[in-house]
């Protein structure tokens, strides 16, 4: 089956820093990748995906971008606010099958003002 | 949409009691997966449905778990008996089709075994 590896956090930064999350998977075939994030006492919220290769995902002025030759999806940001510390989830499907994802370990990202 | 419900938001209980937690997915949504959040071992998946049909339940911990799910708008997940290593926060979440979009999940549930 697939597998995903994230960086190990805690993560902290200042506020306006850049952040990078690394993102690594192994799959059959191409599959959809996704980030979800999680808030403190909340259920995870899906933050973007990419559906196929060199697509980008976006949203909230957080990107990723699906690259195949190196099978990553780090996800970035320009300038955090106090308002992303949260944990944030890369995820795939777990087969080639496109059966339930499966979920990295979490990164937590603390940012500070 | 209210989004995914899960019920109760909490729940504390002894060692060998029968636990059940409750899911509602949103309406449309034809796949829903059960996940177990710990510290440790992170976000696990424990069962899926498919169009209410179990499809995979090769996460389920042990014989104690089971799942249901009786009908589009509900599904519960047993725990008989709970022992203090069953405790986490265990998610339902559900998807307009299995791995393709994104999926939506509930608040969760917190299970404290004691």
């Known amino acids: 089956g697939n597998s995903v590896t994230q960086m190990e956090g805690p993560v902290t930064l200042s506020e306006e820093a850049f952040l990078t999350i690394n993102c690594t998977y192994t799959?059959?075939?191409?599959?959809?990748l996704f980030w979800y994030v999680q808030y403190p006492g909340e259920g995870l919220q899906l933050l973007l995906k990419?559906?196929?290769?060199?697509d980008k995902g976006s949203n909230k002025g957080f990107e990723a971008t699906y690259r195949k030759e190196t099978t990553s999806f780090h996800l970035e940001k320009g300038s955090v606010q106090v308002s992303d510390s949260a944990v944030y989830f890369c995820?795939?499907?777990?087969?080639?099958?496109?059966?339930?994802?499966?979920f990295g370990k979490g990164t937590t990202l603390s940012v500070s003002s | 949409d209210a989004g995914v419900i899960q019920s109760p938001r909490h729940e504390v209980t002894e060692m060998g009691q029968e636990v059940t937690l409750r899911c509602k997915p949103i309406?449309?949504?034809?796949?829903l997966f059960w996940y177990r959040q710990t510290m440790m071992r992170g976000l696990e998946l424990l069962i899926y449905f498919n169009n209410n049909v179990p499809i995979d339940d090769s996460g389920m911990p042990e014989d104690r778990f089971s799942a249901k799910m009786p009908n589009a708008s509900f599904s519960t997940l047993k725990i008989q008996p709970s022992e203090p290593r069953d405790s986490a926060v265990y998610f339902c979440?559900?998807?307009?089709?299995?791995?393709?979009?994104?999926?939506?999940f509930g608040s969760g549930t917190r299970l404290t075994v004691v």
């Open positions: 995820a795939l499907p777990a087969n080639q099958a496109g059966t339930a994802l499966i």
């Open positions: 799959a059959t075939g191409y599959p959809s």
């Open positions: 309406s449309g949504h034809n796949s």
């Open positions: 990419a559906t196929k290769a060199d």
């Open positions: 979440a559900s998807d307009v089709h299995t791995g393709i979009g994104g999926y939506t």
